[in-house]
């Protein structure tokens, strides 16, 4: 049983700084793509940033250059550091990993297997 664990989140004004970082228990692996969804007061939850095994990342255009994704394989942690927030970024971040064939540590064709975290709330407001 794989178990993903957030934190991290809470209250910053705009343009602060916010780390937010998720342990994940079970088995996770390198073959397991790891990243960070959110999910905006009334919208629905898309992905901000993914991250392989080989360390390729991939950022939705909206924090591409603020936000760094990062992965510590050993201790089966992945890490979003958020500058410049802005209002816009606030929402429920929910940690994710997922993998699928070739089973390697690059991006899977197809997803087979997913776990979600329970979410950490990030608020950007003055």
């Known amino acids: 049983q794989v178990q993903l664990v957030e934190s991290g989140g809470g209250l910053v004004q705009p343009g602060g700084s916010l780390r937010l970082s998720c342990a994940a228990s079970?088995?996770?692996?390198?073959?397991?793509?790891m990243g960070w969804y959110r999910q905006a007061p009334g919208k629905q939850r898309d992905v901000v940033a993914g991250?392989?095994?080989?360390?390729?990342?991939t950022y939705v255009d909206s924090v591409q250059g603020r936000f760094t994704i990062s992965r510590d394989n050993a201790r089966n942690t992945v890490y979003l550091q958020m500058n410049s927030l802005k209002p816009e970024d606030t929402g429920v971040y929910y940690c994710?990993?997922?993998?699928?064939?070739?089973?390697?540590?690059?991006?899977?064709?197809?997803?087979?297997?997913?776990?979600w975290g329970q979410g950490t709330p990030v608020t950007v407001s003055s």
């Open positions: 994710y990993a997922a993998r699928g064939p070739p089973y390697g540590d690059s991006w899977p064709d197809k997803i087979e297997d997913e776990y």
């Open positions: 079970g088995s996770i692996t390198s073959i397991y793509v």
């Open positions: 991250i392989t095994g080989g360390g390729d990342t």
